[in-house]
């Protein structure tokens, strides 16, 4: 037997707004697309910023990438405000239990002699390279152009908080809510030489003025190497040597590195694709942060790693950057 | 045994800790803007945190409200939901709300994300960027809130070209892009004090009450769930003027002036608000007159009794603007009305039992300034002669809103101010854009008026048909023009079976 159900059905007037409409033709649009393309503001400024007075409030020259239509940068995961907080939502359950589920049957005090230290001295201080994550991506979100690639920067600004802030919890399960270990891997990140010379590269890109090639720095180079570094390698170490638990509260950012590598190779990716001048561009800057942070990250990797480890790391990036059409 | 952390302990570890003095670049570099605007910040650590939520608390309750949200939009478009508005002119006023407002909320996101990144002090900055976020949200969510209508109504489609461009979407597009220009402390005593924590209740309860009155489920559902990010901001918006005025004595001069001008600047942007009201929601949720007494008067005027310990004032023309409010919405819609064929949503003559209320409410000036108006408009559209002036407003340099404000103790005089700068001359429409231009030339010249803009030949043309149809992308005949006998009346009498 079949059911009938009636439904009133209205002939709309038209399937979307006009500017959705010229992009993608007259049908229904989705919620990332209406939520995104041509929100922005484009033409006739009313004042410069006191600020920048050489450029509009809405620019697209503060980069020396150019663009035809800075909304090529399709997010290929489609996040608009309200997908973006699902899929972190769902991310932050699974992480929330992993803590709760860690810190009950208090697995800290099951780790090896020594963990902890090692924890401290090598995990823990990332959580003020995330701080600088985020700073670079606000940047990048605030100089950026084209609601496209901003809003995904603005995302990733925050998850590297959110990411910041997991690091932060780890040391306090770790030191059980003195902060004494916050303070020690802040100590390191001021004052060991291993980490001083990734401090120093942070802050060099902190202050660089071209937003997109602060983002090939933080978010192609700096980030591939770290994850390489940290949660592939020294992740591995954790396990052979009886810390695997420790990848219970990491998993966050196991998965975070997998989701947001889709977005920003694919953002590199259409850079590239668009001029032989994108191109070389990203290919200098490529070239020189690999080499800053590269040597400034080898005297951390030797120590915690062995002096194979950032070659490793550094080929895993090549790999990216080949597939995002770099360096052929 | 792991001690307890009280929150404010905790949040401290997981968000300001995370800071650290630079020692291979010189932080200036890195933060360049703090000082220009001359603003003295001694102590970037006695920030109060407003209010404190880490990234996973946030994701989990926003997740929650934009779960809660959509599942209603969905519902809304499936079951038609636009079919249960009051009356179809109700819909004109979310039109002003799309093309007026919403792209607002994205210079909001904006100007968030850029004192989210250029302060110095990370618990402001941390505070702006979730600002940003949420402004982001709120942007976005207005979208999808209009989606449906654009679908069955005209006048929605072309929101962001019409916002960049059209005449008297100026005057709020140009309200965000002074405060965005400004430095990253008069953008915040601007927008995150003025319009967030003083004015924020003047425009969203009377757009989101009146779509509650008005039957639309689609507008009241969005504004309820952005009022929780909006009670985060208004703390934002009061810690930052405490915060300017502790850190040192000579920021309140400064913050006094910040305050001054972005309360004129405000109550000219509600103009648009005082009309909704007055005349744009069928079903009338209570006069503009009302809403400024309790929302501005009571509210804002014990806020600034307790900001009297500091040194600061009442905003420079409170009294002028405590007349206005018997007058703006009559002398807006008026604009409106004589420019309906240059509008992108429809205007209308106030039907007989609005105009009596409009009589009731505003005793002292209706019937005596406005009514009489309404009735020629009546009469001439009884004969078929349905009035349109074909001239272009002069425009106010500073609030860009058509020279049209009467002076406020003579309401048949209407009201011209002018400065001379560098051998031109410039118009206001009151003493306090004047001062706001007399204190900035060089920014204010700097206006898109679009009025001077259409005389120069830079929107098109060469007529101004031309410039609605081509420039600001109008459907004429479609968007623009009378309600009676527009296309929306038309369907809507279709859908309703009526004649
Ligand atoms: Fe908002
Ligand atoms: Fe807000
Ligand atoms: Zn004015």
Redesign the interface.
């Known amino acids: 037997m079949t059911i009938e159900i009636k439904?009133?059905t209205?002939e709309?007037?038209?399937?979307?707004?006009?500017?959705i409409?010229r992009r993608f033709g007259d049908k229904p649009a989705t919620?990332y697309q209406?939520?995104t393309y041509?929100?922005?503001?484009?033409?006739?400024?009313?004042?410069?910023?006191?600020?920048q007075p050489e450029k509009e409030?809405?620019d697209p020259s503060r980069t020396a990438i150019k663009m035809k239509d800075w909304y090529d940068f399709k997010d290929p995961r489609q996040f608009?405000?309200?997908a973006y907080?699902?899929q972190?939502?769902?991310?932050?359950?699974v992480?929330?239990n992993n803590y709760a589920f860690f810190?009950k049957r208090n697995l800290m005090a099951c780790l090896p002699d020594g963990m902890e230290a090692k924890i401290i001295k090598y995990l823990i201080p990332l959580?003020?390279l995330?701080?600088g994550a985020?700073?670079n991506n606000?940047?990048a979100?605030?100089y950026g152009y084209g609601?496209a690639i901003?809003?995904a920067c603005?995302?990733n600004?925050?998850?590297r908080?959110?990411i910041?802030?997991?690091l932060?919890?780890i040391g306090?399960?770790i030191d059980?809510?003195?902060?004494d270990s916050?303070a020690e891997a802040?100590q390191a990140?001021?004052n060991d030489a291993i980490w001083q010379g990734i401090?120093?590269a942070v802050?060099?890109m902190?202050?660089t003025e071209d937003w997109f090639e602060v983002l090939v720095a933080q978010d192609v180079v700096l980030d591939c190497l770290m994850h390489e570094l940290f949660y592939v390698q020294f992740d591995q170490w954790l396990q052979d040597n009886g810390a695997q638990d420790i990848g219970m509260l990491t998993e966050f950012m196991q998965v975070w590195a997998k989701d947001n590598n889709r977005w920003i190779d694919a953002t590199l990716k259409i850079a590239a694709a668009e001029s032989a001048e994108n191109k070389a561009l990203l290919e200098t800057w490529v070239s020189d942060w690999k080499q800053v942070i590269s040597e400034a990250l080898s005297p951390l990797a030797v120590e915690m790693l062995g002096s194979d480890a950032l070659a490793l790391a550094e080929s895993a990036l090549d790999k990216r950057l080949m597939k995002a059409g770099l360096f052929k | 045994m792991a001690k307890k952390l009280n929150i404010k302990d905790k949040y401290r570890l997981l968000t300001r800790d995370l800071d650290w003095e630079f020692s291979y670049v010189d932080r200036k570099d890195a933060f360049p803007f703090e000082e220009f605007e001359g603003i003295k910040i001694t102590d970037w650590s006695k920030w109060e945190d407003p209010f404190r939520l880490t990234m996973d608390s946030y994701w989990k309750y926003q997740a929650e409200k934009e779960k809660k949200l959509y599942a209603i939009f969905d519902a809304f478009s499936q079951n038609n939901g636009h079919l249960n508005v009051s009356d179809p002119r109700y819909v004109n006023a979310l039109k002003l709300f799309l093309t007026g407002v919403s792209p607002l909320e994205y210079q909001a996101y904006q100007g968030f994300a850029h004192v989210g990144r250029q302060f110095g002090g990370v618990g402001a900055r941390v505070a702006c960027q979730m600002q940003a976020i949420d402004e982001l949200r709120h942007v976005q969510t207005q979208i999808h809130a209009m989606s449906h209508y654009n679908k069955f109504f005209d006048g929605f489609q072309d929101y962001s070209h019409m916002h960049d461009r059209v005449w008297y979407l100026s005057v709020p597009k140009s309200f965000f892009n002074d405060a965005r220009a400004a430095g990253p402390f008069e953008f915040m005593v601007a927008i995150g004090f003025s319009f967030e924590y003083v004015l924020t209740n003047l425009l969203f309860v009377p757009f989101m009450s009146g779509a509650a009155h008005n039957g639309d489920m689609a507008t009241v559902t969005f504004g309820f769930s952005a009022q929780s990010d909006e009670a985060r901001h208004m703390t934002l918006g009061l810690e930052v003027i405490k915060f300017l005025l502790e850190q040192h004595e000579d920021n309140v001069p400064i913050v006094q002036k910040w305050i001054d001008k972005w309360f004129w600047r405000g109550t000219r942007l509600l103009t648009i608000v005082a009309m909704m009201m007055d005349y744009m929601l069928p079903n009338k949720v209570m006069s503009w007159k009302e809403a400024w007494e309790v929302y501005f008067e009571e509210a804002g005027g014990s806020l600034f009794k307790d900001l009297a310990r500091y040194g600061i004032k009442m905003p420079k023309y409170a009294e002028t603007i405590e007349k206005e409010k018997e007058h703006v919405s009559h002398q807006a819609w008026w604009i409106f009305y004589t420019h309906g064929h240059a509008a992108g949503f429809h205007t209308w003559i106030p039907s007989d039992e609005e105009l009596d209320w409009l009589s009731e409410k505003y005793p002292d000036t209706f019937d005596k300034y406005y009514r009489p108006r309404w009735e020629l408009a009546k009469e001439m559209e009884a004969k078929g002669e349905r009035f349109y002036t074909k001239a272009l407003p002069q425009l106010c340099t500073t609030c860009q809103i058509p020279m049209g404000f009467t002076e406020m103790d003579d309401p048949t005089q209407v009201c011209y101010r002018d400065s001379v700068y560098n051998g031109d001359r410039y118009h206001f429409c009151s003493d306090g854009c004047k001062d706001i231009f007399d204190d900035e030339p060089e920014k204010y010249v700097q206006s898109w008026l679009p009025v001077h803009q259409i005389f120069q030949g830079n929107c098109g043309g060469p007529d101004v048909e031309n410039v609605l149809s081509d420039f600001y992308r109008m459907n004429l005949g479609e968007d623009n023009m009378d309600m009676k006998g527009s296309p929306d009346e038309k369907r809507w009498k279709q859908w309703k079976g009526v004649a």
């Open positions: 439904t009133a209205l709309p007037v038209r399937n979307t707004y006009a500017h409409e919620r209406e939520a041509d929100v922005q503001s484009e033409k006739y400024f009313h004042y410069r910023p006191l600020w409030l809405n608009y405000y309200g907080v699902q972190r939502a769902k991310m932050q359950e992480a929330e810190e959580r003020h995330e701080q985020n700073l606000m940047y979100c605030s609601t901003t809003q603005l995302y600004g925050m998850d908080l959110g910041a802030q997991y932060s919890r306090l399960i059980g809510n003195t902060g916050l802040k990140w001021m401090r120093a802050e060099k902190i202050i």
